[in-house]
């Protein structure tokens, strides 16, 4: 990650000729400013983001027409950066990758990833992501390649849900190894509470929209999840897979 | 059961007396108005009920005033009933004893029951009672006595919520003996689903107002059971142990 | 269903192969784990199913490709199983006809039924579907196919909402004739509770999301029916008629 | 009324004193003003409310200090006009009985009404109050008082619930006598869809707050009127006896 | 509506029949039960119902099959009875009206209507219908097709919203010549109480779907009208019209 | 107002001494860091709002301790500011005047005034705050004399709800006159909309939770206000009088 | 604005002869009801707005058809009025376009401007238009086009979030010279809670449904708007750049 | 920390009996069962808890009366585990340090806790705990002392919400020190998205149900947390403080 590292010397440099005198400090201020982001007239890329999350700004697909996502795209891939796009649809997609050759689309979960170097393994566990069900998998999905381009090695878990309890506690060694867990439900959303109840590892729990009538779109798996009466459960909003798969990265690197 | 009986034999001789020409239509649709119940001035008392339901009305205690509960419990007493009140404060309870000597009060369920003869099995197997925590034990208590009272044979199996699965899992053997089940639980209302998915019985859920914050005395049980992954759940209103008592002995007379 | 013979059978043996010490406990733990249920890469087929709850797995249809579903269905046809899917679309119902010929297609209710063996009468009285209007029908129908596929004898009385009480009243004979009942209703949903006061027999209730307005796609139902005057009501999702039909034939096999 | 009368008389006067000249428009312009409503600092007391609905101002107590109250009172009063004070707790109402000693005070409902001259017949019919249990008569007497004192015949039918459909079908007489039907209810709130299904009358639905869990406080009752499948209801707020009873009176003299 | 008197003829008679001895009981109630509706296999049609509420069944028409539709509208017609559809996509329509040359419809409302005889005017008064916007219009419309095949003078007033409150004002004299009012708002839901606070005759308030954002779909402006401070006011469904004015003609036949 | 312009000039004399060199960065940012805020251990007073947005610190008494009051209010007096405190109960207010005798409490709002210097008229215009029940007072009141003390000419115009809508049109000349309009409302909470149609000034909305049942204590009045169909209004929270007088001295400064 | 002026004048002749007795009060009156608005048969065009508001009707474009849009249009423009049309599709922006040529479609938020002659600068200062992100910039769009229109300056600054605060503190010299400040954010809406804190201005928050999930459509943003912990901020509907722009404009004015 | 080596031991003790024979399955799987909770009666005590979690059974006090926490806390005293007693009354806690002496209550945040032996550190870094404001301190308090019984060093940093910005960036250096973090906030719960823009570390965001009117005591903070536009946030519920604690020592033992 060339890249991180020169922007802290940047910015280490400007704060030494600001003390030396170099810099007067509206020069310094006017550089510092300047410097986090550029602005493409829509949108404003925060490339101090590294400097300050550890990670490169991640593109929301939704909503952006297809030239202001290849437009974000050169300038993160001009700053050498890895890419990842979430909630981008599959027409959009095909455009990106016949000019980027090497961009990657996951059909199921909907994102997209462009590497410009390999990642580098931080995290210093395995995160496992688990679903209740089959329909769960694409916000799983959303959360492991985030975990992973994250740099994790990540481990997945599917249709393990609480109506038959035999399936989970089959696995429990593999909930034992995880150093994270990311547990993904719909519909009653009881499966984190059960995993909680086994690890002594963080769970984050992600309510996802499956389920029909009364499940309201995700909103009683959320709030079952927020009810737990397990312990050492985090949770993030419905359907936000990539929110959980940040959420983990955070937690492996330390 | 001598009363139950006796109303089926009374209407029986009417219908008759209407055939024969005993009795004109008129004075048959006048006594069947007036036969099913009296006016109490402020509640109709329903005595056909147990020739429809196969069990007297039971008191709704909340509401209503010391008075109005005993002259109703006096018009039941006098029709050799067995009574049952529920959500009664226990200042009222008090009162009642010292007028009804053999009534029993539940305190923690706030349940009070009369007995003016000893209750006949007439439920075929067990109906099992389980709560997730402690807290739920009130609603259970009151699901519990209920079920007695119409003639069941009740166990309870307390505190075995799913964040400590190990806690069911060792009792197996007792939810596979149970005809009925009956499942409390409040915060995420996981429970039923985990123990849907062990029995091949049916399962009455009943969501409870225990939680804080987004369990919202009792929706997010509610719902997390509407949407219970597991199939073979009826579900009952939050805080309902008397519905869920009355609808598993309904089963368990099958 | 010689196939839940023969589970039960195995079971057995490999218990007694570990008491004899044919087997070893890892032996046994292993072959235990990896025979309830074969990973077809998306889904856990859970053949344990059958001694668990009496009955195969159920397809849920919406979310999966034609092509899963066909994977799913000849891995349950080779086990000797009758299979039943819900909330198929049309069009892949169609697909799978020409796969499984004799599968039997329900258009109004999106079921699909594919036998490999006639349906053994395991209920031991009839179950009563009835709904309060016509666009109830659907879920209605859901209700009873799945009940019959289960192995109980169905009828259904439609279209008998309360606003014209006479219509249901006229039909008392019937209600009374039935073992269990289930109870569709959207709008104001409130036919489970005059049904509820007139038999003494378990009532399963069933919202459907039919209305508009403040009857929020069936929530109007769903809380009325939860709120029911009448005891002995056991309440399913919104437009759950599978699961309604399910609960009905786990009560009529008692 | 005379009081009303004079009103309208002094408009008139008003209005061709205008026409002939008598009085300036500026000066009309200011006796509109100022004749309508008086200030008692607090609150504007409106006396042309007669003129423009044909009853005096109604006093809400809730929330009113009784000094407040009184001063209303007395100012009405003076004005000939009989008064209803609705949501009065009792201990107010004890202190006004001693200033107003004719007043009657409804502990149940806490509506209070003092008459300056004898209610005189307006309504046409009869307004038919009628309820699904016994605790919800506070909010049906609150319709009643208010129907009587505003000139009609009322007559009351309480705790025919719909769990007991054979306890309201045994008044069907009565139903068809009255003129205007006042229906309340708690719980599912089901009992308006039977009553409007049962007569050719405009039917006033009123849900109370009886209940408890997913009735939330009468909001299932409210949605479940609202979605009534019989037509010919019109809904007023929960609790609202007292707009019931208004609604109905204007209907009634009609 | 000779019909209407046959059906009581019939009715008269077979009562008399019973009393003479011509018919015996099982008989009567035989044909009793036949009488009223007949099966069409999907829904019973009602013709009691014009005994009952003086009106023939009215056909909701989403949901169902243009085949359905037409079977009922001819059975509805062999009886001689003018029809009223609501809810009907306009291309069902134009295939109605090929069969049924004479029935018109109301695209904006999507309502059709078909006369066998010509309306007789039970309506004593006016019905005037209100709206606050001009978006209002279909709902405002069903409400007054509705009131006009019912048997009523319907007058409209459009678009006399309260944020520009002359626009009302200025017609305060169509208001008050009105003997009921129905009143169409979206949005804040405004207008019903001030309309109510100018007249003194019963007003039906019809909150509709109009409005973006925390209108949610016409919820604010159904609680609104609930709320209104002013009295005399009853509520229907969002975007009820057809409720509405069939509430609106029941009242105006008084 | 000194203390303002003392803090301004100790912060221009700061950045000149960065500039001139007198103080290091360090230093700078130490003594800016220490100088907006001081520690009291519970709470940090924010004296450098002054500066920022031109009034004080404003105490929120709800929750907070007398002695924490009493700190925080003695902190305030030494920099010679006035102090307006919120939500304050009487009891604690009358331990307040104790200390502070000058203060003036006002019961009905719960609010509490203490002047260390007379107010200086900021406003260039007249705020006109406006009720529709006299039950929204006490919130109008916290409205009025947060406006006062931030230096207003406050009108006040009480009770003049949309049901009697001639009692507001009988005060336009009062509408017209206001630079700044707060109209507060509970139930319906039309009364905004009427007003916003009849200036062109801007509205302050304010709902309350004034009302019952399908009121949602304010909820209701909130959702119409924010859907206002005039335009030109803007909403604050439920009840809260203080954030509306608030930004209408903000705009009123203007 | 040469309309307004006539507008005006035309009204005081119009009093000045019913004080001189050239015209009869009923003249005058009819006069004066006819004079505000125009019958279009669909909706009232509302002339009189620009004596009351200070600009003439806006157009919601929203499920109106192209010919009302352009009888409306065309009615303004005789009147010498300049339009803006909100919500309009941009199929019926083409036909507009293709009728008046001069028109101007802004099709990101969807506003049609169309001006009859230059906009006269009426604001006294500077409008600033923050958004939280570049999804936001639609809403933020009407809201500037709105507020140019009505004779502002108007500036922009976009994507601000609050995740990366520095992006917002580096623009603290443009927050500083508004006099009026819109702030535009979905998700969880904590933009304009910063803003309010940094600024002495008032602050119109429009909370957009930017989201997804447990953002319901924009509902948070809504009411973390209205529970900013920091004063002077006034809330509009979800959305309603138009609302926000309109606000602003009076308080500009001022 | 010797009880939960000594339980390790004898698990493994038991397996290995297993393995060599000493042990039948019938005895292991008996003891297995029997070894992890004791039955108190009313709630099994989960002593095998320090095996899987790592800690032992924290008490939740609401709700229990003080005979079985006193029962509880002598079972875990005999065990040699440390205590937290979480939602306690103070009187309860009165009663309680007469009989456990050195046991330590913390009035704000209702909690107790009770040391056996040492608290050990076991967290890797610093947890630093956030406030917006100082009514939001009690749930802080209560994720600090589980914190610190978990065996962390906690700091913690009250009173810096986002409407005064300055006072959360002043403090800049303790968030970046800090390795795990967790922010408690009320009303628009916008605090969370700014510290997660700020830091590269796992932030726990913790709802209060500090505020009014629209703040649905802490539904506004919470939906306002799930829809942060920051990455790396986890929420837990309204007010639980503990969970919190909780969660951020999982993390910080990694």
Redesign the interface.
Known sequence: MLYKKMNKQKLELLLKS?KSGKAS?DEAMAR??SL??EDLG???V?H??SL???FPE?I?G???TIE?ILSIMKGLKEKGQNILITRLEEKKAKTIKRVFLKSRYYPLSKVLTYHTHPVKLEG??TILVIT????D?PVAEEAAVTAEIMGNRVETL??????????L??QKKRLDEA??LVVVAG????LP??V???????V?AV?T????????????????????????????????G??AG??AS???R?
């Open positions: 600001v400090i510092l400013k986090p982001f829509h949108s404003r925060d101090h983001r300050r999350k550890g991640v929301w939704e909503g952006k202001q210093k566990g209740a069900g089959t329909t998998i599917y249709d393990v849900g609480v109506a038959g309890i035999h399936r506690l089959s150093r994270v519909m009653e959303g009881a509470s059960v909680g109840g086994l690890v002594d590892k963080p984050i309510p929209s499956v389920g029909y009538g009364a499940s309201f779109g995700g909103i009683t798996a959320l709030l079952a999840m927020l009810n737990s009466c397990a312990s050492g459960i985090g949770v993030v909003n419905i359907n936000n990539f929110g940040y959420m955070l937690i492996n330390l």
